[in-house]
């Protein structure tokens, strides 16, 4: 019996071992798990550092402010057009009055310019682009408007009505409307050296941008007509 006890006393004393030894596994697995952890999130934060320092931030940012710059640029370029071309119409306006000059033509002004709309009937004969002898005086007073404005470009259109026309010079609309706007250009630059050459532009467009309904011969009479539009070099570029 006493020895029998003897060797219960001695397992029983060694039982703290087992104990110790699960304990240091466990603590040794704990910082095993530690420094797993810590490692992942060290490659995460220098990612992160690296997203946040890199290029590619600094790069978004410097083009996000060269468009805002860009914007503020543009809208500044806008606002000095729009009172250049108020500034143009004030004076064309009050050249017309001075000239009596106000019921022959019509002035416009929109995001491309000052439009002048000089009736057909008052420099062709019908279905003709030839300048009538008495349309001359009157395109003279057109030319002294133009040397008054020599930092714009001219873009001169020629319109007609839709009655079809078939000559061996014009054999559509769209050969008389080009004419017209030619002539008229060509009648400009040769009365005076300080309109240079350089500066036109002509277009015709035929029956296809009607002012009104081709449904009347007075509307008819509104639709032929020759245009001169006064513009920036930026709306005749964007227009070729």
Do not use: C
Request: aromatic fraction near 8%; proline fraction near 3%.
């Amino acid at each position: 019996m006493r020895r029998r006890s003897e060797g219960g006393e001695s397992n029983q004393g060694r039982g703290w071992l087992v104990t110790f030894s699960d304990m240091v596994l466990i603590i040794l697995v704990f910082f095993i798990m530690l420094f797993s952890i810590s490692n992942v999130d060290a490659q995460r934060f220098q990612a992160l550092s690296e997203s946040f320092s890199g290029t590619s931030i600094m790069d978004e940012l410097s083009s996000i402010t060269e468009f805002e710059d860009e914007q503020i640029e543009q809208l500044v370029d806008e606002e000095e057009e729009v009172d250049h071309f108020t500034e143009v119409k004030e004076y064309i306006d009050e050249y017309l009055i001075e000239h009596d000059l106000g019921d022959m033509i019509q002035t416009i002004q929109d995001d491309r310019g000052i439009t002048l709309i000089l009736q057909e009937q008052l420099l062709f004969n019908s279905g003709e682009a030839l300048i009538l002898s008495e349309a001359k005086p009157f395109l003279d007073q057109i030319v002294s408007i133009l040397k008054g404005i020599p930092d714009y470009y001219i873009e001169v259109e020629g319109h007609t009505d839709n009655r079809p026309i078939e000559t061996y010079r014009y054999p559509s609309n769209w050969e008389l409307s080009g004419a017209r706007a030619s002539s008229v250009i060509r009648y400009i630059t040769e009365r005076s050296e300080k309109v240079e050459p350089g500066r036109f532009r002509a277009t015709g467009y035929a029956d296809t941008r009607p002012l009104v309904p081709n449904d009347s011969r007075e509307n008819m009479q509104k639709n032929r007509r020759v245009v001169v539009m006064i513009t920036d070099r930026t709306t005749a570029d964007e227009n070729q």
